[in-house]
């Protein structure tokens, strides 16, 4: 595992568990969100985004976590390693609440400075829906990239989260 890649809905915890993973085998980190929003939650062009990914994407090893759908093909291709968290969304939900209220009024540590956290209906929606709206859709993708030969993990429950951790080797 050299290329690792984490997606799931919100609140599925793959910023920390991307943090944990860096750490133990000692790779390097990129949170997309905090790549992609500019201050004040500006996005780039599609352009500058795809060139900033495809940059990230020919490094020899990293852990990236971030969903961004229009590019999950590119990402798919380029890991060696993908992990979906597939919570049920009322733990995604819940824990989104508990970490809009630890860092109300300011941004996240992995997230960009002036990108202060903020939680909206339209985020909650997609979190709660993201089983039947946006998992079949990925899972049939994380078929076919099992296909090709890439490690496929679905981690459904916090216990599968720390099963998986607790089974990689450290540095």
């Given at each position: 595992?050299?290329?690792?890649?984490?997606?799931?809905?919100?609140?599925?915890?793959?910023?920390?568990?991307?943090?944990?993973?860096?750490?133990?085998?000692?790779?390097?980190?990129?949170?997309?969100?905090?790549?992609?929003?500019?201050?004040?939650w500006?996005?780039?062009s599609?352009a500058?985004w795809?060139?900033?990914?495809?940059?990230?994407?020919?490094?020899?090893?990293w852990?990236?976590?971030?969903?961004?759908?229009?590019?999950?093909d590119?990402?798919?291709?380029?890991?060696?390693?993908?992990?979906?968290?597939?919570?049920?969304p009322?733990?995604?939900?819940?824990?989104?609440?508990?970490?809009?209220?630890?860092?109300?009024?300011r941004?996240?540590?992995?997230?960009?400075?002036?990108?202060?956290?903020k939680?909206d209906?339209?985020?909650?929606?997609?979190?709660?829906?993201?089983?039947?709206?946006?998992?079949?859709?990925?899972?049939?993708?994380?078929?076919?990239?099992?296909?090709?030969?890439?490690?496929?993990?679905?981690?459904?429950s916090?216990?599968?989260v720390?099963?998986?951790v607790?089974?990689?080797?450290?540095r």
């Amino acid at each position: 595992m050299r290329r690792i890649l984490l997606i799931g809905p919100g609140g599925a915890g793959k910023s920390a568990l991307a943090s944990r993973i860096a750490s133990r085998l000692g790779l390097p980190l990129h949170h997309l969100d905090a790549l992609y929003w500019q201050p004040g939650w500006v996005a780039p062009s599609q352009a500058d985004w795809e060139s900033t990914l495809r940059e990230l994407l020919r490094g020899d090893a990293w852990v990236m976590d971030g969903n961004f759908g229009g590019t999950l093909d590119l990402r798919l291709a380029a890991c060696d390693t993908v992990l979906l968290l597939d919570l049920p969304p009322w733990v995604c939900m819940w824990r989104v609440l508990r970490r809009r209220w630890a860092h109300r009024g300011r941004h996240r540590p992995d997230m960009t400075p002036g990108c202060n956290e903020k939680l909206d209906l339209d985020f909650l929606w997609w979190i709660a829906s993201y089983r039947w709206r946006r998992r079949p859709s990925v899972m049939a993708r994380l078929r076919k990239a099992a296909a090709a030969g890439v490690q496929v993990h679905v981690l459904a429950s916090p216990a599968a989260v720390e099963d998986f951790v607790a089974r990689l080797p450290s540095r």
